[in-house]
């Protein structure tokens, strides 16, 4: 039985599926974002990863170091956004970075400042919205629960890849941060996994 720990926006219930994207990072997580932000008939905030369950907790526990990552995210994205402000997506993302904000200061029932931040970009078109966020895979059964009663619909979708695909993945990456412009070589690559 489905059950809520309080009254809910109607924005919820209004389309006909609301979904989840949790599991683990460098699983595809940000290309099925930009895919669901492209098609027309889903509805995705701008930023990927809202971390608003994590704080709205229904039972107090914050997995991780959801809060401190959070607004390392929105403050980096706030800086970047206003160096470009003339860009129409980088002001669509400074939209969607302040929405992230307000629902960050407000979780819990009825849960409106977070339907702001879902729903900004909502066409009539839409009849699936949600958002991607890995680290919901770390949340209580009772607050997944919480999730799913928005939704009559509602739906998880878990991403997960092969262990050691998704290491070297995570490695690469972090080493493109450091290479800079260059780009990865194989050898500084090959030099940099000895170590």
Not at 86 to 98: D, W
């Amino acid at each position: 039985m489905m059950r809520t720990s309080g009254p809910v926006d109607a924005r919820f219930s209004s389309i006909d599926t609301l979904f989840f994207g949790l599991g683990a990072g460098k699983c595809g997580t940000t290309w099925f974002h930009r895919y669901c932000r492209d098609h027309p008939e889903i509805c995705v905030p701008w930023l990927k990863e809202q971390n608003y369950w994590s704080r709205a907790c229904t039972d107090g526990t914050v997995p991780g170091n959801v809060l401190i990552a959070e607004k390392r995210h929105l403050g980096f994205g706030v800086k970047k956004i206003y160096r470009r402000w003339t860009n129409p997506t980088n002001r669509a993302l400074y939209r969607g970075t302040k929405a992230s904000g307000r629902a960050s200061r407000n979780p819990g029932p009825p849960h409106t400042a977070y339907a702001d931040a879902l729903f900004q970009e909502y066409q009539p078109a839409v009849t699936a919205a949600g958002e991607i966020c890995p680290s919901y895979a770390g949340l209580s059964r009772r607050t997944l629960s919480d999730m799913h009663a928005l939704n009559g619909n509602a739906r998880f979708i878990f991403f997960m890849r092969d262990p050691a695909k998704r290491l070297i993945s995570w490695v690469k990456d972090s080493l493109r941060k450091q290479a800079g412009p260059e780009g990865l070589e194989y050898a500084f690559l090959a030099e940099r996994l000895k170590n």
